[in-house]
């Protein structure tokens, strides 16, 4: 747990996956073809916590799809994104690269084999509960709770107290 805490605290990117992480990896189809997820707000409220609380985290969306929902939800949170990407790691080592930074300071939260290169090269690497077996096995932290669900905001939570005069506790 100690190792964790340590490198917790070398965390200045925090980068994640939309599909599946900031929703509960469903899409919803109208008739004309419009698409529409659920997200959940305490993720959102997690993401404006650790923007306002620790403002030297950085915050990046980096999503295969190129879906306009992707785009409205991360320009309504204020979030850093990419997508259309095929090759995120590729894209985290530019944005490291651009931000000055190294893998050690990146966090990456991912639930799918397409989040598994990211997971493994970045310091803390993330899965929430409900990600595929693979991601699971590489991930340095599972959340207790499943993508769409608040797992967002209990990493958030993570990084906010892990210097709290009164820390929560989370499951590593």
């Not at 190129?66 to 095929?86: M, N, P, Q, Y």
């Not at 639930?111 to 997971?119: G, H, L, S, T, Y």
């Not at 590489?138 to 499943?146: P, S």
């Amino acid at each position: 747990m100690k190792n964790i805490e340590e490198k917790l605290k070398k965390i200045k990117l925090l980068a994640m996956d939309f599909d599946g992480v900031l929703t509960d990896n469903k899409v919803f189809i109208d008739e004309d073809g419009k698409e529409m997820v659920i997200c959940d707000r305490s993720d959102s409220l997690g993401i404006k916590m650790l923007r306002k609380e620790k403002k030297d985290v950085g915050i990046i969306v980096i999503s295969k799809e190129t879906s306009k929902v992707v785009k409205a939800r991360c320009e309504k949170l204020h979030i850093e994104h990419l997508t259309g990407i095929d090759d995120k790691l590729e894209a985290l080592k530019g944005i490291i690269e651009q931000k000055k930074l190294k893998f050690e300071n990146v966090a990456y939260i991912g639930n799918d084999v397409n989040d598994i290169e990211c997971i493994q090269n970045s310091g803390i690497g993330v899965a929430v509960a409900d990600s595929a077996n693979k991601v699971l096995e590489v991930a340095d932290i599972v959340t207790t709770k499943k993508g769409g669900h608040g797992a967002v905001r209990e990493f958030c939570d993570m990084l906010l107290h892990l210097n709290s005069s009164n820390p929560t506790t989370y499951k590593i």
